[in-house]
DNA sequence: TGATAAGCGGAACATGGTTCCGTATATCGC
DNA sequence: GCGATATACGGAACCATGTTCCGCTTATCA
């Protein structure tokens, strides 16, 4: 029904690029100060003055929201990559670190989502939209060549997966990624072609 | 084990004055703003200036803290002062709606609670060690007397009354209302005295 | 290549947390 | 009662950060 007011002049280039390096400095100033960090710092990151990431994105809110979709659809988008270019099992274990990291640039991010924010309702949502297709795609191959379990549910992975994350303390990086190997272990030992030698 | 080192002069008086009023000014325009409220707010409200408010709680997280134990307590003693006013369903209806009051001031709090602030870590559980023997008290009574079904639990309640009370939308404290009153007729319902006419 | 709309930068403003320090006063020894 | 003095007070000032505004710059188009 809409059609959209035919414009005369299409989108400046610098504009398209600003943008582009806002999303980018966003996502690289939240990963390391956590979501609450300042707007200048963002600017001054990009390149830009802070009017120019007023104007695209009004609140912080919004900004926050894109910069999370944007990192949303390039983890989701990398399984594919992943498939074509190892072994299923090789191509899932790497995703499922990919995915870790991914959540480790979400700090502050929990506590956002509850702040009752209209601009994050849709987020959670959307998460998972898009990371348990890709993740049943890796998961299934991984299965149907018998290098892994064929039982594991996509979506309770994720979930793993992000408890584990969040487990804090002294070295909770470390600790983490020691956690999940030990998952992704006990998805090959139990694989059809491994026998089922379930001991200990 | 440890000793206080014996002051040489008592606390002076307005200083106790003050950090009463600064409590109750607190209470009041958390519950009005939430308790992002503006800290000048609190202090202007409480007839004394924002140095006073700082020297006696050093950050926010303090003063939200203290008032929430404050109110805490004040509800959690009100349950024994009920029981001994009203016979035990009404004491249990009185205090239950007391207990909806106290949550209705809750604004912006179940996010702090989220913020990581070890100020609040304690909270949840000074929360449970207050009400749940509060209201475990005033259901024995009452079910002891008869007037109230007599397999209720204490925590389940408190959580129940919880969610009723976040439940938003245009008029919630009406809605929440109407809720509580409903499950305190259900509580009724099924007293004893009252036979077995669970029909409908 | 000039006209012009689109876009830009960052100063300026608003808000709110926190600190600092000169002033006022409650307490205590006399 | 009466100073002396530690204690506490008030609020201006400072800093950080979100947000707006507007004069200047520049990409686009004819």
Redesign the pocket.
């Known amino acids: 029904m809409e059609q959209d007011t035919e ?9 398209l ?3 582009d390096a806002v999303l980018e400095a966003a996502k690289a100033v939240f990963a390391e100060m956590g979501v ?6 963002i600017a001054l990151k990009a ?6 990431l ?3 994105f ?3 809110a919004d900004l926050v929201a894109s910069v999370f979709r944007r990192e949303v659809d390039a983890c989701a988008a990398e399984a594919a990559k992943l498939l074509d270019a190892y072994k299923p099992a090789d191509a899932l274990e790497r995703w499922l670190h990919r995915y870790a990291a991914f959540l480790a640039t979400k700090k502050g991010l929990a506590a956002a989502l509850h702040s009752g924010d209209s601009a994050f309702e849709t987020l959670p949502a959307y998460f998972r939209a898009n990371f348990e297709p890709a993740l049943a795609s890796l998961l299934e191959r991984a299965a149907q060549a018998g290098e892994i379990r064929d039982d594991l549910q996509a979506y309770d992975l994720l979930r793993a997966i992000g408890n584990l994350s969040t487990a804090g303390g002294d070295d909770g990086a470390a600790h983490a990624r020691r956690m999940l190997d030990l998952l992704i272990d006990g998805m090959r030992r139990g694989a059809k072609a491994s026998g089922s030698q379930d001991a200990d």
């Open positions: 414009p005369k002049r299409r989108v400046r280039a610098d504009a690029r600003n943008e609450d960090a300042p707007a200048r710092e390149g830009v003055g802070v009017g120019t007023y104007r695209r009004p609140n912080r």
